[in-house]
């Protein structure tokens, strides 16, 4: 069993990319918001850009706890799976509805179940399975690096 610092500072390392993911929504979403707001643009309401910041969100966090679960199951992978799916996530997110891309293979990527908040009625059904996902990915990986065996130089 590794020493409790290991997996410690795993632990904290997985936090602070959580929060970064936050903090960088937060932000972007206020300067969405202050934007709106100076320009007294009234087509959109405000509370909608954190609506839309918040359905964003659980998408955001797969990106951080899949590679982190990939690094606890097989460490050499993980610096060219976490590009490969955030490359395919990017590319097939953006350009697979103009090349005719297949929806079912659209759906693999979280980015393709966020809802676009319209102010009535929207569907956070995909939000919450893409928290579900993240949360235990996450969790799996912080209960895997304790078992993992990690030397130092």
Known sequence: MPPASSWRSRRIALVLGAASVVLVMVLTAFGAWV???????????GWTVWETAAAQ???????????????????????????????A???LGIFG???????????????????????????????????GIAVLAALTSLLGIKRREITTA
């Open 57 to 87: 969100l659980p998408a955001a966090l797969i990106y951080l706890a899949v590679p982190a679960l990939v690094f606890v199951l097989r460490p050499s992978a993980t610096i060219a799976m976490g590009w490969a799916l955030l490359g």
């Open 97 to 131: 509805g103009m090349v005719g891309l297949d929806q079912d293979v659209r759906n693999i990527f979280p980015f393709s179940h966020t809802p676009a908040p319209d102010g009535t009625t929207t569907g956070w059904t995909g939000v919450w399975w893409m928290l």
């Open 89 to 91: 996530g990017v590319v």
């Open 35 to 45: 934007s709106l707001t100076v320009s007294h643009d009234t087509s959109v309401e």
